[in-house]
């Protein structure tokens, strides 16, 4: 059974920094692109960022570009993202999710089950 | 300001069929494949259309998803109470390298 578990999220003051993980079990994570997605409160889906397979190839969006680092740690079956200069609009649940690609992108087939981030003083 | 369009609510009664659209430009919907997920208010998405219009296995085949140009729409038929939830398109955007997502649209079984 596919599993990803994120973890790392919480309160944190604006300028701060939080690293996100996401650990993955039930698949061979390092056959596997890999993606973060938010949602802030009330809203809809945002996509964050993506990382290829390999890990040598990563996409931002441009509201998070420069401050957000996506990373992965295939011996630990982990997706990370450094988040920093982190601000109130950054509020919301991140999901981590998992694409049917390698280092071409399709569709998500399974979603983590979020971590909330609130940006708040 | 979503880069996909949809609307944001739609609603039927029991048995009945809706749809949901999709609108988008070229270098997304138009030049690549469109995926709908499903989201329950509390909890994490769902795929529940892929590719256009491929169903993963556990999905009713109430459900039906098809794409013409830069739109693509999703239909539920023999609507039921379960149904209810928000439904976002989504599809890789090649100019922005990256995934676009509509703003969703909230069904509503009355």
């Known amino acids: 059974e596919v599993q990803l578990l994120g973890s790392g999220g919480g309160l944190i003051q604006p300028g701060g920094s939080l690293r996100l993980s996401c650990t993955a079990s039930?698949?061979?994570?390092?056959?596997?692109?890999m993606s973060w997605v938010r949602q802030s409160p009330g809203k809809g889906l945002e996509w964050v960022s993506s990382i290829s397979g390999s890990g040598g190839s990563t996409y931002y969006a441009d509201s998070v570009k420069g401050r957000f680092t996506i990373s992965r740690d295939d011996s630990k079956n982990t997706l990370y993202v450094q988040m920093i200069g982190l601000r109130a609009e950054d509020t919301a649940v991140y999901y981590c999710?998992?694409?049917?690609?390698?280092?071409?992108?399709?569709?998500?087939?399974?979603w983590g089950q979020g971590t909330p981030v609130t940006v708040s003083s | 300001q979503s880069v996909l369009t949809q609307p944001p609510s739609a609603s039927g009664t029991p048995g009945q069929r809706v749809t949901i659209s999709c609108s988008g430009s070229s270098s997304n919907v138009g030049g690549n494949t469109v995926n709908w997920y499903q989201q329950v208010p509390g909890r994490a998405p769902k795929l529940f259309i892929h590719t256009n219009n491929q169903r993963p296995s556990g999905v009713p085949d109430r459900f039906s998803g098809s794409k013409s140009g830069t739109s693509a729409s999703l239909g539920i038929s023999g609507l039921q109470s379960e149904d209810e939830a928000d439904y976002y398109c989504a599809a890789w955007d090649d100019s922005l390298n990256g995934w676009v997502f509509g703003g969703g649209t909230k069904l509503t079984v009355l």
């Open positions: 999710a998992k694409d049917i690609g390698y280092s071409t992108f399709y569709y998500f087939d399974f």
């Open positions: 039930g698949f061979t994570f390092s056959d596997y692109a």
